[in-house]
């Protein structure tokens, strides 16, 4: 087992990793740019190492000072968390080569699940579900033209290097398809600095449903159930819960069972995500794999009692998995709280935490590294807390986010608090009617005077 890990990471992920290390007996190490310095993951770790200032291409994504801290701390092992360099195959392969352990995907496995066309491939030859489209990169718009036409409208243009919705354009008709090619491609080279672009089918009133799956170095993978992210604004999710509403037992399994099978083709080792979407009619196609842990990784947790980071390192560490599919107990819910004005467009909002009152009571947990007097930089994401609550049932679970939501108190910023308590209350949120298009005729309800 490993003596000290280093977290490279912040906020909230930093310290939920540092709490299943301390849990384990094992010691850790922060890294913290100069706007972190109060965060509470540094505050909580046995050593914390400044990698830098503020910006993350000089702190967060600045591979040398990363592995320079972990070795003047003497740490084996670096857990990436969640974005930054948590799916970057060269931190990956730089952490090889200075023998210290990735808790993540290899090399190999983050560059072929990395570019969405060579995954999309890959996935075919596993025999997994996906999206009718083009073969693999599109040469040109001509190519683009002639794959649209045999794929049959609406389709959907999407960049191979692409993620967070950007460098992606649904085209519904002929007429429309050269300036979505040329503004998809732009934006992704912007974005990316790469402008390669792929196809797929659009699929019509699609759910994005995720399933969770551990593989080990050995060659074996299970699956511990669904997730339902359909509700995202601009790509981005929002809220996630277990089970997916929409989800039967024949699906579930169905779904499962694709997910094993793609992650034992690629030898797949850690924790990982294969998503899917899914129709209308309950036909579900391969989307793209995380290779990493989920922020929404949570309420996995919760509805089948396990510790996935404490997985992640013991599978790093060469511990073999039960190969036990899991299937969820009980019902589990979590809300993404942001520093943001969801009454002026989400516009972040970054500064000083006057007030927080955190709830609690039973089948209530708050993951945040935030407190009062903290300041919240304007550098980074704008999530704060993920706020999760898990009863026996779904009902059971949304009365209890309406309370424990009732209870959240964050003065001295915007957060996006009234927005989820406005969701519970959605007649289409609570019957479970929702696809990945629910926010676009959302609004906000006035303020009360």
Not at 25 to 37: E, L, P
Request: net charge negative; proline share 5%.
């Amino acid at each position: 087992m490993f003596k000290k890990i280093l977290i490279a990471n912040r906020g909230e992920i930093a310290l939920r990793v540092i709490r299943t290390c301390k849990e384990m007996g094992i010691k850790t190490v922060a890294v913290y740019s100069t706007a972190d310095a109060e965060s509470l993951h540094v505050k909580f770790a046995d050593e914390a190492v400044c990698i830098g200032p503020a910006p993350s291409n000089q702190s967060y994504l600045k591979m040398s000072n990363i592995i320079s801290a972990a070795e003047i701390t003497n740490a084996d092992a670096i857990h990436p968390g969640y974005g930054f360099l948590s799916e970057n195959a060269d931190f990956s392969r730089i952490c090889q080569e200075h023998k210290i352990k990735f808790i993540g995907a290899s090399p190999d496995m983050i560059s072929k699940m990395g570019d969405k066309a060579t995954a999309k491939a890959t996935m075919k030859a596993a025999g997994v579900p996906c999206v009718p489209g083009s073969e693999g990169i599109l040469e040109d718009f001509e190519d683009c033209k002639k794959t649209a036409l045999e794929t049959g409208y609406p389709v959907m243009l999407k960049a191979t290097a692409g993620g967070g919705g950007k460098g992606m354009r649904a085209v519904w008709k002929e007429e429309d398809l050269e300036n979505a090619w040329n503004s998809a491609r732009t934006e992704s080279k912007a974005a990316f600095g790469n402008d390669d672009m792929y196809m797929e089918k659009l699929i019509e009133e699609p759910r994005h449903i995720e399933i969770q799956v551990v593989g080990d170095s050995y060659g074996k993978a299970c699956h511990l159930s669904e997730r339902d992210c359909s509700v995202q604004r601009r790509h981005q999710k929002l809220t996630e819960e277990v089970p997916s509403p929409f989800m039967t037992k024949a699906l579930r399994k169905e779904m499962g069972e694709a997910a094993v099978k793609a992650a034992e083709f690629i030898s797949y080792e850690g924790a990982g995500t294969v998503e899917f979407l899914v129709d209308k009619h309950r036909n579900f196609y391969f989307m793209e794999m995380n290779t990493r842990i989920q922020v929404e990784h949570p309420i996995t947790e919760q509805v089948i009692d396990f510790d996935l980071i404490r997985e992640q390192i013991l599978v790093a560490s060469g511990v073999k998995i039960s190969g036990k599919n899991y299937q969820p107990a009980l019902h589990s819910i979590e809300c993404r709280i942001n520093a943001e004005d969801p009454y002026n467009g989400f516009r972040p909002s970054p500064g000083k935490i006057t007030v927080l009152h955190a709830p609690g009571g039973h089948g209530v947990r708050l993951d945040t590294h935030v407190y009062a007097g903290y300041s919240i930089p304007p550098n980074y994401d704008s999530m704060i807390a993920k706020l999760i609550t898990t009863a026996r049932t779904r009902q059971e679970a949304i009365d209890k986010m309406k309370r424990a939501l009732d209870e959240f108190v964050i003065e001295g910023v915007k957060t996006t608090i009234p927005f989820h308590r406005q969701l519970m209350d959605e007649p289409d949120y609570v019957s479970g009617n929702y696809t990945t298009a629910f926010m676009d005729t959302f609004k906000m309800k006035p303020l009360e005077d």
